[in-house]
Every structure is written in C-alpha cells, then in structure tokens.
C-alpha cells in the first residue's frame, strides 16, 4: 500500500508564499491522479486542486490564479505552490491519490497565514 507525506506548511504572513510537497513511498503520480484538498477549523474538508495522470490541473475558484499544482514524477512527490496567501487559505493541507480500487490520504501538514 502506498504511503503519502506531506511536508512544507508553517507560519506564513498575507501576501506571502508556500511551498507544499506531498512525498509517495513508491512512483505512482505518473499512474493515478492526484488532488489537494484543505480542511480549516469547523468547515468542512475542501478541494482545492487537483491533477490527473495526463497532466490536466483544476483549482477550487477561491485559489485559481494564485495556487499552482504540479509534480515530480521521477521524485515520487507532488507539489502545491501556494502564492498571495490570505488568512482565508489557514487549514490543514492533505494530499490524495486516488488508486484503482482506493484512495489514499496524508496526515496533513498545518498551513497558518498570521501577521
């Protein structure tokens, strides 16, 4: 089974940038398609973007044009590069694969936009 870590969160100012990185133990992003998603306190968990196999991107409307997913199929990881963030983006950040018969999920990675 495959295993996903994310990494990358943190303490961020608005206006700021972030770089997230969701690690697989094993090569699969050239096979599935793989998503972000966010869960901030009391809501609900959110797609945020997404990326098939072929290479096709969504984003949620609230980061379009200032959220970039992308991947790194030789380094097993996937990416999500997140630019003028505001408090609204504070969450908890997972990353997903969805496999043949599955999906998998990190643990998450703690993203707090704060002056």
């Known amino acids: 089974q495959v295993q996903l870590v994310e990494s990358g969160g943190g303490l961020v100012q608005p206006g700021g940038s972030l770089r997230l990185s969701c690690l697989a133990s094993r090569s699969i992003f050239g096979s599935y398609g793989m998503a972000w998603y966010r869960q901030a306190p009391g809501n609900q968990r959110e797609l945020v973007a997404s990326i098939s196999s072929g290479g096709s991107r969504n984003y949620a409307d609230s980061v379009k044009g200032r959220f970039t997913i992308s991947r790194d199929n030789a380094a097993n990881t996937a990416f999500l590069q997140m630019n003028r963030v505001t408090s609204e983006d504070t969450a908890v950040y997972y990353c997903?694969?969805?496999?043949?018969?599955?999906?998998?999920w990190g643990p998450g990675t703690l993203v707090t936009v704060s002056s």
């Open positions: 997903k694969v969805r496999l043949s018969s599955s999906e998998v």
